[in-house]
């Protein structure tokens, strides 16, 4: 029953909350931005980390430094954090937790088969794909023809294989069909991942509703703006958009038709949360429209923290390590090219 | 009115030729100056690439925009650079540099990458774009031509995008522009380079001329 959580939550998941409450405590805060803002090599980034909770994870690398360099260490650290929490946790929390990790999976194995398709080296992929998705059978990927065989030799003993039925065909994999799969696996994951969560109930279903209503709505907008001028038809475009959140299923008809970045103003701007988003940017400018979004995003992301005896804390601590990580490869790349007068560009600060 | 006899005249052949040779001069120094503007334009245009690259990366994330999605199967180029000699001139065996740009798609493409990359040598600010742009520098005939071939050269630019996936952000789109310009200013420069290099062999010649005189 939704309120009183607190009396059984800790038995299982207090030390783990704890434990991520901790972690949260490690985030970056504005003035660690401003100083890494300043730097004028990387090596003067590496300085400035070594200070703070990702010291030991670049302590040991060599200069001169490479921006992947940085990103990849930063990664490792929140890599471990996961593990020693799912390896804490008990059911449900250690479902949820994998939940949280289904995306990158998603997005690795659509990197290994179009790396493929590529004719790239199956190792020279598999040390580019991101820890947290990782799965046993993945270099099997390579040897997959079309859908139908990726599911049946790999995926149907991975945690993806429910997501697999909209999309299996014996088309042979080209680099539409991939992008199809890779849009139409997500949705599914997020559709999951809401009913899972509803399942929950309580704080958890609360909260969580709110944080994927608007990863859904979000990915909307982005599918829409990155298909415009492209062959993706109209239906194409709409199958692709969540079955939930607030654009559900109004906005979604509205989006479906857009073709410039006008009119997606035009259908956002009659949702609340979203004029706010829109508001801050310029007719037929889209360019910052990703700050707004990660903006909006990580403010949600941090009230997920004002309650307790919840299992979104989890989700928005892992989401904020990735914000947090995005803010470092922004930041070393505009110190790398020189261009740090842009360098607030992208930078969303968390604290 | 006092008339200065000793200040040689403009019909004077001796003053012809130092008019030819002040010419030559101007024209050296004029193509010094266009080569060196194109230079700083080609550095300001590879920076805002990098950029957009790097914003297309954020956006987009790391897995998606990655070295290892770059396409290795043997496919043709998708633009190639025709080296002729203009023939027929004073400076003949002067090389002239041609972009042929999404050769792939019609001929009708590949000819007006050339005749805009040999357009605004002096004026790179205001470089036309070949058939890959709709401003208002271009003539209306231009105009309709170029309206007719864009349709194919977005297809072919999509498809050279096509490694990082169908849906890529502007961004991504933003940055290949970009290269796609630095690489006719890259075009533009070797041709001034090689006008440069022309008129200072003129410039010599007759320095060298001069000297044997004395």
Do not use: E, G, H
């Given at each position: 029953m939704y309120g009183f959580e607190a009396m059984t939550f800790n038995i299982h998941g207090g030390y783990l909350e704890a434990i991520v409450r901790g972690h949260r405590a490690g985030l970056l805060t504005a003035a660690d931005y401003n100083n890494l803002c300043q730097c004028e090599t990387l090596d003067d980034m590496k300085m400035h980390l070594s200070a703070t909770e990702y010291g030991p994870y670049l302590q040991n690398e060599p200069s001169p430094l490479h921006t992947t360099t940085i990103v990849e260490k930063c990664t490792l650290k929140l890599v471990d954090e996961y593990k020693h929490m799912l390896c804490q946790a008990t059911e449900p929390l250690s479902t949820f937790l994998e939940y949280i990790t289904y995306g990158h999976m998603i997005d690795n194995v659509v990197l290994i088969v179009t790396g493929t398709l590529h004719e790239r080296d199956v190792q020279e992929l598999l040390e580019k794909c991101h820890p947290l998705g990782?799965?046993?059978?993945?270099?099997?990927?390579?040897?997959?023809?079309n859908m139908r065989e990726l599911y049946r030799l790999v995926l149907v003993d991975t945690p993806l294989a429910p997501y697999f039925s909209e999309c299996i065909t014996s088309e042979d994999l080209d680099d539409m069909n991939i992008e199809i799969m890779r849009n139409t696996l997500y949705k599914a994951y997020l559709e999951d991942f809401y009913k899972f969560c509803q399942k929950l109930g309580g704080a958890t279903a609360e909260i969580m509703s709110d944080l994927l209503a608007f990863e859904a709505d979000r990915r909307a907008v982005n599918i829409t703006i990155n298909s415009i001028g492209t062959e993706l038809t109209r239906d194409d475009r709409r199958k692709l958009y969540s079955n939930f959140g607030l654009l559900y299923p109004y906005g979604h008809e509205e989006l479906a038709v857009c073709e410039d970045i006008d009119q997606v103003r035009g259908a956002m701007e009659k949702y609340p949360p979203y004029q706010s988003i829109f508001s801050k940017l310029s007719y037929g400018e889209s360019q910052m429209l990703d700050k707004a979004f990660y903006e909006e995003e990580v403010k949600r992301l941090c009230l997920a923290f004002e309650q307790q005896f919840h299992y979104g804390v989890f989700f928005a601590y892992m989401r904020l390590r990735e914000q947090e990580i995005r803010n470092l490869m922004w930041i070393s790349e505009c110190v790398a090219q020189n261009q740090k007068s842009r360098v607030h560009d992208s930078v969303v600060f968390i604290f | 009115m006092v008339v200065d006899h000793e200040t040689p005249s403009l019909e004077n052949g001796q003053t012809d030729k130092e008019v030819e040779e002040n010419a030559n001069v101007l024209q050296f120094m004029d193509s010094m100056d266009a080569y060196l503007t194109l230079i700083h334009s080609l550095s300001s245009t590879l920076r805002r690439g990098w950029l957009e690259l790097a914003s297309a990366r954020h956006s987009m994330g790391a897995s998606r925009v990655n070295t290892v999605l770059l396409d290795h199967t043997s496919h043709p180029a998708a633009t190639s650079l025709l080296v002729t000699q203009d023939e027929g001139k004073v400076d003949s065996g002067k090389p002239h540099f041609t972009l042929c740009k999404w050769?792939?798609?019609?001929n009708e493409n590949s000819l007006l990458g050339e005749k805009h990359s040999s357009q605004d040598k002096l004026h790179p600010q205001l470089r036309h774009r070949g058939s890959t742009e709709l401003y208002e520098e271009k003539t209306s005939s231009e105009n309709k031509a170029s309206r007719e071939v864009d349709d194919p050269v977005q297809k072919e630019r999509s498809k050279s995008l096509s490694m990082f996936g169908t849906l890529v952000s502007p961004k991504l789109r933003a940055a290949q522009l970009s290269f796609e310009a630095a690489l006719e200013t890259l075009v533009e420069i070797a041709n001034m380079r090689s006008e440069m290099l022309c008129a200072f062999d003129q410039v010599n010649m007759k320095l060298e001329g001069r000297k044997d005189e004395k």
């Open positions: 990782m799965f046993d059978s993945i270099a099997t990927l390579a040897v997959a023809q | 050769a792939s798609s019609s």
